[in-house]
């Protein structure tokens, strides 16, 4: 019985010690991995936006805080007063692997310029031709809202032997639209308040004079 007592203590410690030992790794690459999925992000949204002079990003109002929500405005100049494209995520859990999540390009007019991937649990090979450049191009120019695969009535030729791949990156690019309507208006905020700082700015210096 003694032994047994001893047995049940011992694991009992060791099953603590690794807990803490989880506990503060976690607490210690957390910040750095958020750091990474940021500039990941950042970076896709750039790609995705071809020729922009500026990149602001938003939150997403239902999710603040959380960078892999976070929508991007494209502008044409540096004054920001011109809105060209947006960037913004889009999810689908309906992939082979799992959820693949996009970072999807979009004009004004809600048109597809092109995506990335942030992130896909496709199985090596054909599903994961969903990121190559032919694959891409097929989106390009498509009306974002209701784009579909042909074998569902729309325009997309899928993925040989992946059909439920394009069918994913199909719903993560709608989800991408929707994810927008509420977002735009974080957007329009955004740039609100960067002209008002920039008119703070102005008065300042002006009085000043």
């Given at each position: 019985m003694k032994k047994i007592l001893q047995l049940i203590l011992s694991l009992t410690l060791i099953s603590a010690v690794c807990a803490a030992v989880l506990a503060i790794v976690n607490n210690a690459t957390k910040e750095r991995i958020a750091s990474l999925d940021k500039l990941k992000a950042e970076k896709a949204a750039r790609d995705v936006m071809p020729g922009v002079a500026v990149v602001v990003a938003c939150e997403d109002p239902e999710a603040p805080g959380d960078e892999s929500l976070k929508a991007f405005v494209g502008y044409a100049d540096e004054a920001k007063t011109k809105v060209v494209a947006y960037a913004v995520p889009g999810i689908?859990?309906?992939?082979?692997?799992?959820?693949?999540?996009?970072m999807v390009g979009l004009t004004p007019e809600r048109t597809v310029i092109s995506y990335q991937k942030l992130a896909a649990g496709e199985t090596p090979g054909l599903g994961a031709k969903l990121s190559t450049p032919e694959f891409i191009a097929r989106f390009k120019d498509q009306p974002a809202a209701g784009v579909a695969v042909t074998k569902d009535g729309g325009k997309i030729e899928a993925l040989t032997s992946a059909t439920i791949t394009s069918r994913a990156v199909c719903d993560a690019i709608n989800d991408a639209v929707k994810r927008l309507e509420p977002e735009l208006g974080m957007l329009l905020l955004v740039q609100r308040r960067l002209l008002e700082d920039g008119r703070d700015l102005l008065v300042a210096f002006l009085l000043r004079l």
């Open positions: 689908s859990t309906k992939g082979y692997g799992g959820d693949i999540r996009l």
